[in-house]
């Protein structure tokens, strides 16, 4: 079954208060114009998983500043002004985890299990006391899996039954989230038939993509991205 849609039709159907994970390290792997549309629509109250929250102007960091978001969950945001501002007036609740930690809450929720146990931060800031748990001698943070009702994903290649690949470290969070979302909806310069990757090639398989989205270019927020060359 062909799984192209329009930009417009794949993000029409996220609704206002979902919860939607963005694959994306900076530039590298952010599906721009997928966020971009979600601009563009309006849909609000929304919680976002990202790694970062991308520049100001740029990216995530327009669903924020157009209001549309209530809850950030990420790993920093330093390099993004209007989004600390945000946060700090209390208009933007912010959640912050470790990169690696994140990574590995997201991994969990896509292998189908409730949480794992840790001693990574015991003694910081990040965690609270609810949060720990003696057995066997250790005392453990307890990590619960972290999912969502969406993801949006940028794959350099696809074809149309879903099956995805990624380039360099555009790769990033782009698989685990793939596999902890509810609904998967991909944007790709470069979109084929079946029988175009070899079974070895493929980083998604597309079992878990729901959509996929063609793109007729790439626009200048994909940075070196834009220097798309086609196999």
């Known amino acids: ?19 939607v994970m963005v694959g994306g390290f900076g530039n590298p792997g952010t599906p721009f114009s997928l966020i971009n549309e979600l601009v563009r629509q309006g849909q609000s109250d929304l919680t976002l998983i990202k790694n970062d929250a ?19 969950i990420t790993t920093h945001i330093g390099l993004n002004k209007r989004v600390i ?15 690696g930690m994140l990574a590995e809450k997201i991994r969990t929720a896509g292998a189908g299990s409730f949480g794992f146990l840790t001693d990574i931060g015991i003694d910081s800031e990040i965690t609270r006391s609810e949060d720990l748990l003696d057995w066997q001698g250790q005392t453990y943070k307890v990590e619960m899996a972290l999912s ?37 909806i991909v944007e790709t310069p470069d979109l084929g038939a079946p029988g175009r990757f070899k079974p070895e090639q493929v980083h998604t398989p597309g079992a878990f993509v729901d959509s996929v989205v063609p793109l007729e270019s790439l626009t200048s927020d994909y940075g070196i991205l834009e220097h798309h060359v086609r196999r």
Do not use: C
Not at 165 to 176: C, D, E, Q, V
């Open 1 to 19: 079954m062909k799984k192209n849609q329009t930009l417009e039709n794949a993000i029409a159907a996220i609704p206002s208060g979902a919860v």
């Open 85 to 99: 501002d945000l946060m700090n007036k209390g208009v933007l609740e912010v959640e912050f985890h470790p990169q």
């Open 54 to 72: 991308n520049e100001p102007g740029h990216g995530l960091s327009r669903l924020m500043e157009n209001g549309q978001v209530r809850k950030l």
């Open 148 to 184: 969502a009702d969406y993801a949006l994903i940028h794959a350099a290649q696809a074809d149309w039954l879903g099956n995805l690949l990624y380039r360099g470290s555009a790769i990033n969070f782009s698989p685990l989230m793939a596999m902890a979302a509810n609904h998967v």
